[in-house]
């Protein structure tokens, strides 16, 4: 299917049957493109991998009944070596920033045009925050669309009466506000974000089309640099900016922002050295934004994966891949944004359990890929991490429960050596922590959000609180995931309302 087949403009309310069209044509590229409804064969190297990596576990697992010494904490063992092998890998392929002051974008050479869409689902509380925020930006997008997913709140309020727009019936698109030409509502059904973002897209006529979540507040040159990143690199699909997390006042708030800051941070830092090897595959959907015509070439966004961004990223490399097309993926360092974050433990691990699960989806799917060398560095590299990745909280939760066991049994000849590693990981993380914040802060400017103090203090303290609420969290989406679940659960907004 050709991009000129896919490639619909924006209807008026009154061609609704021509958005209609569009909206089939989406559905038919996703079903060639997809490889949950179109299966690609696995070679056999993908299953050897997968399977070798819960072989693995097992006999890991096994050594705590058979070895008397530190062996029996083989499982530990093992997962601080893979660890701290990442650690390494990523600093690295950091050593670029290190190099440079900052990683800038080039000058506009290929001037593109940039749409926002909006995904909304009972966001009145964040929404004028996030839309004042997009049109005080110092390059205004060319078309903000708000795509309202059924919302049954103050949603249509907030858009009528501070935003000046009439509302449209359901399923058509209103005329542009009075105060903000640029701005339209897309009134919808509840059908969920992914379903809400195709909607949106057919609706949309720039060349790159920004998503973001309406608890998203984007810096003031935000756009600019999103913009600048796409005129600059013609093969440039998909890129996410930089987030940094706000998760409200109170005590749970600070703490779990505390943490989540510098998880943040390092995620970012290890994002860029990925991009280093042409593997990328996570942009943040809260912040993210897309070359149209690829998004619709492959089919839009999932409905039924739990990360519909991650997803996507999956869909856009396979289909670069098959077709010779040599699309790149980036993270933009100028591109900064702040998001929304879980303040108290039931959010954070109903996040990790949707996040997670859905990643147990994604890499299922796209099984074929991990080991595959047509897929370059991505196939024989990072799909074969992502494997791992996805028995790691496992592996963790097992090294946690077995050194509780050596010392509730007495076995202290264990305990010792199995401290001792646990110390050298500490030094270690602690060091690739101020590693992170000095690269973060020449890679994206900003100087403000790190503490080295707070993240010497977070790297002691992590591995025995926020690192085993992460892995709970993620063994909670296996749950889900095996189970074919697939709420997300209500998330409370408390971080933007509160002012942080």
């Known amino acids: 299917m050709s991009l000129e087949q896919t490639n619909a403009a924006p209807e008026p309310q009154s061609q609704a049957p021509k958005r209609l069209f569009a909206l089939k044509t989406l559905h038919d590229a996703f079903t060639a493109a997809s490889p949950r409804i179109s299966p690609r064969a696995a070679p056999w190297i993908s299953s050897c991998i997968h399977v070798a990596v819960i072989v693995l576990w097992i006999a890991l697992f096994s050594c705590a009944f058979v070895s008397g010494g530190v062996l029996a904490w083989s499982a530990g063992i093992a997962y601080v070596a893979y660890d701290t092998f990442l650690l390494f890998f990523v600093t690295w392929h950091t050593l670029a920033l290190f190099r440079s002051a900052s990683v800038r974008e080039h000058d506009d050479k290929r001037p593109v045009t940039l749409g926002v869409i909006v995904a909304a689902h009972n966001e009145a509380a964040v929404l004028s925050v996030t839309l004042k925020a997009l049109l005080e930006q110092t390059r205004v997008p060319e078309q903000i669309v708000i795509a309202d997913d059924g919302s049954s709140d103050d949603t249509a309020y907030v858009l009528e009466h501070r935003f000046g727009l009439e509302a449209p019936r359901v399923g058509e698109m209103s005329a542009p506000g009075s105060g903000a030409p640029n701005l339209r509502w897309l009134r919808l059904p509840h059908g969920g974000k992914a379903q ?15 998503t973001i979540d309406a608890d998203t507040l984007l810096d003031q040159h935000a756009i600019a640099a999103m913009q600048a990143a796409f005129a600059a690199s013609p093969k440039l699909v ?39 090897v042409d593997s990328l595959l996570l942009i943040s959907g809260a912040f993210a934004a897309f070359r149209r015509d690829a998004v619709l070439a492959v089919g839009g966004f999932d409905a039924a994966c739990l990360v519909e961004d991650y997803e996507l990223i999956h869909r856009l490399r396979r289909y670069s891949v098959e077709r010779g097309l040599g699309w790149e993926v980036h ?12 303040a108290t433990l039931m959010a954070f691990l109903r996040q990790r359990r949707r996040w997670f699960a859905g990643f147990l989806q994604t890499q299922y799917m796209n099984r074929d890929m991990t080991g595959n060398s047509r897929f370059g560095m991505l196939g024989r590299l990072m799909m074969p991490v992502k494997a791992i990745d996805t028995l790691q909280p496992i592996y963790g939760l097992t090294a946690f429960v077995l050194l509780l066991d050596f010392l509730m049994t007495g076995r202290l000849h264990i305990v010792g050596p199995v401290l001792t590693i646990i110390v050298v990981k500490i030094v270690i993380d602690l060091a690739f922590h101020f590693w992170s914040i000095y690269l973060y802060r020449r890679w994206t400017g900003d100087q403000a959000t790190a503490n080295l103090w707070h993240a010497f ?44």
């Open 196 to 210: 809400a973002l195709n909607e949106a897209m057919t609706c949309i006529d720039t060349d790159v089309v920004l």
């Open 238 to 276: 998909a890129a996410g900016g930089i987030l940094a997390p706000i998760s409200g006042r109170s005590f749970s708030g600070r703490f779990f922002q505390w943490f989540q800051t510098y998880e943040y941070i390092r995620n970012f830092v290890s994002r860029f050295a990925w991009m280093q």
């Open 331 to 342: 993270i933009v360092g100028n591109a900064k944004a702040i998001t929304d974050a879980p």
């Open 457 to 500: 203090l977070a790297s002691i303290v992590e591995p025995f609180s926020f690192q085993l609420m992460r892995h709970a969290g993620a063994a909670w989406g296996w749950l889900y995931f095996l189970t074919g679940r697939r709420h997300w659960g209500r998330q409370l907004r408390t971080g933007l309302v509160s002012g942080g």
